[in-house]
């Protein structure tokens, strides 16, 4: 609302969020708020721990990992991703997911 204040398009809109210890949790809470399917999602940006749990669970998904066009990130992965992953938003709903051993978070722009 802010930028469009401004007269600003907004390069995406936040769907849906999800914040859980396990990938799988992280992932149902955010495509629920968002209200939208996996298979909807156009585009995956995800750390190598989540893009591991999305290779398992969903197989068919288009992962892209920001390690792969930046290297190490050092803790600035989901940034990192999210920024990359606003490329591809007028496609479709666009995840924006890391974990750790502490927790999982998942970000779907649209």
Do not use: N
Request: net charge negative.
């Amino acid at each position: 609302a802010a930028a469009e204040a401004r007269g600003a398009k907004p390069l995406a809109r936040i769907l849906g969020v999800g914040v859980a210890a396990l990938p799988q949790r992280a992932l149902e809470m955010a495509l629920a708020e968002a209200g939208v399917s996996a298979d909807q999602v156009v585009c995956w940006m995800a750390d190598a721990p989540f893009a591991r749990y999305l290779q398992s669970a969903h197989p068919s998904a288009a992962v892209k990992r920001a390690d792969g066009v930046c290297g190490d990130t050092a803790g600035a992965a989901f940034l990192l991703q999210l920024v990359l992953g606003l490329d591809e938003c007028g496609k479709g709903p666009v995840a924006v997911a890391v974990s750790d051993s502490a927790a999982s978070v998942v970000a779907l722009l649209g």
